[in-house]
C-alpha cells in the first residue's frame, strides 16, 4: 500500500502471545490455591476439634478456678472477720492476743460445736468485757448467754448486752450471768415479751430496785407481766420504777389510810417489804374499798398516776395467784435457757445452722495458717503505694493516656497490614489480569471519560503492565490507547461515539510507530504506519 497507508475495519483482532503461558500459570496458581484450600479445611477442622476439646478442657478448670476462687475468698472473709473480732475481745481489756487465748479457745470451740460461729461467740465477749467482766467472768458467763440465745431466737450478741446491763444494774457479780440469761429465756417463754424488751424495760427499774434490795427475779417478774397485758418495754419499767418510788414517800395522809386498809409497806427496819408482798397487800386491801372509784383514787394517791398502772395490774396477778406462780418458775429458772435451747434447735434446720457454724470454724482454721503470708503481701502492697505515690498520682491525672498509646501502635499496625494486602491484592490480580481476556467491550466515550476519572492511572480493570499487554506501561488506560500499543490483550475491541478526527499516539519507542486516527463517521480506524 502507497505511502504506508492502509485501512482496516472498524473491528480489528490482535492475538497474545502471552495468553497460553499465562494460562498455564494462572492454572497452577488456582490448583495451588485448591490444594491449599483443601489443607485448610482439613487443618481447620482438626483445629476446630481441638478448640471444641480446650473448651470442655477449659470449662472445666474455669469452674474449678471459679469454685477455688470463692473457696478462698470464703475463707479469707471468715478468718479476717474472726480474728479482727477476737482482736477488740483483747483491746477492750489492753491485752494481747496471748493474753486472751483461754477466751479464742472457748470461742473457736463454741463455734464448733453450737449453732452460733465463733465470730458471734468473741462478739459477745467483747460485750461482756466491756461490762468489765474479767477473763474467768467471760468464759462463765458466754455459754449461758449463748445457751439463752439459741432458746430464745435472738442473736447472742444482744442477749450478751442485756445480761451484761442487768448484771451492773442490780449490782451483781459475773458469776451470776447464767442466772440471768435463764430467768430471762424462761420469762420470756411464759409471757408475751421477749428477752430484747425485757431488758429495755430492766434498765428502767433496776436503779431503783438495787436501792430497795429488791431481787432481779422478782423485776423480770414485774415487768413480764405488765408486758404480758399489752404494756410496752419501756412503759412497763417506768411504771413499775414509779410505783416503787412513790412507796417510799407516801406521805402521812396516805399511811393512814393504808393501815385502815391493813396495808403495811414498811418493815419494823424501815425498809421496804418484799415486792411479793407488798402486792399481796394490795389485793386483800382493795377489797375493803367502796367501789372502784375509791379504789384507782387510793392507788393513784399512794403511787401517782403512771405509778398506778403497775400497781392496778400487779395487784390483781397477785390476786390471782399468776405472780407467785411466774415469781417460782423464774427462782428456779436454772438450766432453762439450754434445756430450750436444745429442743429448737432438735430440727433439720438446727442441723444444718449447727453445720454451718462447724464450717465456719473450718474455714479459720484454714485462715489461720496462712494469715502470717497474707498479712505480708498486704503489708508489701501498703508499702509500694507508699513508696510510688508520684507514680499514682501521675496515671491518675491522665488515666486515658495509655489508651491514646495503645490507639497509635493499634493505627500503626493496621495501616502496615493494609499496605501488606494491598501488595498481596496487586501481586494475585495480575495473575487474575493477565487471564482475563475479554471476547468483546464495548465502551462509550463517556464511560471511558467517567472511569479515566474515577481510577486514573490505574486504569479500567485490565490490570497495569501485564504481561499479555506486552509489558507497556501506558500513562492512561484506556481501551483506545491499549489498541493503540499494537499487540493487546484484547481480541475485538469496539470503540462508539468517539469524537470525530481523534487520534491516538502509541507509546512504544521504536520506528515506525503506528497512528490511529478515528474518522468522522466512527466506523473505521485509520492506521499510519511508519514507513
Not at 71 to 96: C, N, P, R, Y
Not at 190 to 195: A, E, L, M
Not at 218 to 231: E, F, H, M, Y
Not at 298 to 310: D, N, Q
Amino acid at each position: 500500500m502507497a505511502g504506508g497507508r492502509f485501512k482496516v475495519s472498524t473491528i480489528f483482532r490482535a492475538i497474545d502471545k502471552m495468553s497460553g503461558p499465562v494460562a498455564k500459570m494462572s492454572g497452577r496458581v488456582k490448583k495451588f490455591g485448591l490444594s491449599m484450600g483443601q489443607n485448610f479445611n482439613r487443618v481447620q477442622k482438626k483445629v476446630k476439634k481441638l478448640g471444641t476439646a480446650l473448651l470442655g478442657v477449659g470449662a472445666a478448670f474455669t469452674g474449678f478456678a471459679l469454685i477455688a476462687g470463692r473457696a478462698a475468698m470464703h475463707v479469707l472473709k471468715a478468718g479476717a472477720e474472726f480474728e479482727q473480732a477476737i482482736t477488740d475481745v483483747g483491746a477492750v481489756g489492753l491485752k494481747s492476743r496471748s493474753e486472751i487465748a483461754d477466751l479464742e479457745k472457748q470461742a473457736l470451740e463454741l463455734g464448733r460445736t453450737t449453732k452460733f460461729t465463733a465470730t458471734e461467740s468473741a462478739r459477745a465477749m467483747e460485750i461482756l468485757a466491756k461490762a468489765g467482766f474479767k477473763n474467768q467472768e467471760i468464759l462463765a458467763a458466754t455459754p449461758a448467754v449463748l445457751a439463752a440465745a439459741a432458746a430464745a431466737g435472738v442473736e447472742m450478741a444482744t442477749v450478751a448486752d442485756v445480761v451484761a446491763s442487768s448484771l451492773k444494774g442490780f449490782g451483781l457479780e459475773a458469776q451470776h450471768a447464767g442466772d440471768i440469761a435463764d430467768m430471762l429465756a424462761l420469762a420470756s417463754s411464759r409471757t408475751n415479751s421477749t428477752i430484747v424488751t425485757l431488758g429495755e424495760s430492766l434498765r428502767n427499774v433496776s436503779a431503783t430496785a438495787k436501792q430497795l434490795n429488791v431481787p432481779i427475779a422478782d423485776a423480770i417478774t414485774g415487768v413480764a407481766l405488765l408486758q404480758d397485758v399489752g404494756l410496752d418495754a419501756s412503759v412497763a419499767g417506768s411504771s413499775l420504777n414509779t410505783m416503787m418510788t412513790k412507796l417510799g414517800t407516801i406521805t402521812p395522809t396516805v399511811e393512814k389510810k393504808l393501815k385502815k386498809l391493813g396495808i403495811s409497806i414498811k418493815d419494823d427496819a424501815g425498809n421496804m417489804r418484799a415486792l411479793p408482798d407488798v402486792l399481796g397487800q394490795f389485793a386483800e386491801g382493795a377489797k375493803d374499798t367502796e367501789g372502784n372509784l375509791e379504789r384507782i383514787g387510793l392507788f393513784a394517791e399512794m403511787v401517782g398516776l403512771r405509778g398506778a398502772k403497775a400497781a392496778l395490774v400487779l395487784k390483781d396477778m397477785a390476786e390471782s395467784g399468776r405472780f407467785k406462780e411466774l415469781n417460782d418458775e423464774i427462782a428456779k429458772a436454772r438450766g432453762s435457757a439450754e434445756a430450750m435451747a436444745a429442743i429448737r434447735m432438735d430440727t433439720l434446720t438446727g442441723d444444718m445452722t449447727k453445720l454451718g457454724s462447724a464450717i465456719e470454724g473450718l474455714k479459720i482454721d484454714v485462715f489461720k495458717n496462712a494469715n502470717g503470708e497474707l498479712r505480708q503481701i498486704v503489708q508489701n502492697m501498703t508499702n509500694w503505694i507508699a513508696a510510688n505515690r508520684v507514680l499514682i498520682v501521675a496515671m491518675a491525672s491522665d488515666p486515658f493516656g495509655w489508651l491514646r498509646e495503645a490507639q497509635n501502635l493499634i493505627e500503626n499496625a493496621l495501616f502496615s497490614f493494609g499496605r501488606l494486602a494491598d501488595k498481596i491484592n496487586n501481586f494475585f490480580g495480575s495473575f487474575s489480569g493477565s487471564n482475563f481476556v475479554p471476547k468483546k467491550t464495548v465502551l462509550s466515550q463517556e464511560e471511558i471519560d467517567a472511569q479515566r476519572a474515577t481510577q486514573g492511572a490505574r486504569g479500567l480493570g485490565f490490570g497495569t503492565g501485564a504481561p499479555g499487554l506486552g509489558g507497556l506501561q501506558p500513562e492512561v488506560q484506556s481501551p483506545v490507547e491499549r489498541a493503540a500499543k499494537g499487540d493487546g490483550a484484547v481480541d475485538e475491541l469496539l470503540i462508539k461515539g468517539a469524537p470525530s478526527g481523534s487520534e491516538v499516539k502509541s507509546k512504544r519507542k521504536r520506528p515506525g510507530s503506528p497512528r490511529i486516527r478515528l474518522p468522522a463517521s466512527g466506523g473505521e480506524f485509520m492506521f499510519s504506519g511508519g514507513g
